[in-house]
């Protein structure tokens, strides 16, 4: 049986939106998730980090749905960061090529000051 899926989403006091993704991320659960990435991004919220770092597996549905939010968040001149510390989520990112696109950071703090500052080189993960 695979690791439970769930989202906490977190409203920082700078207005930066947070999503914490735990448990394997697939194909059941990438609508949901892109619905509420872009109901954020629609609110107002052009700030957002997508914390990995509790994610046992990832497929390509959610890689589609982070696509589709990322498209709309640049945009509107948002920035979107994601903490990927566990090596194989972040190969994932890298095989399918879009570590040229997202902002992998290795902690969120990284990943946060990125968002906050506005942008920047991809950080190493």
Same mark, same amino acid.
């Given at each position: 049986?695979?690791?439970?899926?769930?989202?906490?989403?977190?409203?920082?006091?700078?207005?930066?939106?947070?999503?914490?993704?735990?448990?394997?991320?697939?194909?059941?659960?990438?609508?949901?998730?892109?619905?509420?990435?872009?109901?954020?991004? &629609?609110?107002?919220? *052009?700030?957002?980090?997508?914390? +990995?770092?509790? #994610?046992?597996?990832?497929?390509?549905? %959610?890689? $589609?749905?982070?696509?589709?939010?990322?498209?709309?968040?640049?945009?509107?001149?948002?920035?979107?960061?994601?903490?990927?510390?566990?090596?194989?989520?972040?190969?994932?990112? &890298?095989?399918?090529? *879009?570590?040229?696109?997202?902002? +992998?950071?290795? #902690?969120?703090?990284?990943?946060?000051? %990125?968002? $906050?500052?506005?942008?920047?080189?991809?950080?190493?993960?």
């Amino acid at each position: 049986m695979g690791s439970r899926f769930a989202i906490r989403e977190e409203l920082l006091p700078d207005g930066t939106e947070v999503f914490a993704v735990a448990g394997e991320a697939d194909m059941l659960h990438a609508a949901g998730f892109e619905s509420r990435l872009i109901s954020a991004i &629609e609110a107002g919220h *052009l700030a957002i980090v997508i914390d +990995l770092s509790e #994610t046992t597996f990832i497929d390509s549905s %959610m890689l $589609r749905a982070f696509v589709g939010a990322w498209r709309r968040l640049s945009n509107r001149g948002g920035r979107m960061a994601l903490v990927c510390s566990t090596p194989s989520i972040c190969r994932f990112f &890298e095989l399918a090529g *879009l570590d040229r696109i997202f902002e +992998l950071h290795p #902690t969120r703090e990284a990943a946060l000051e %990125m968002v $906050r500052r506005g942008g920047g080189e991809p950080a190493p993960a």
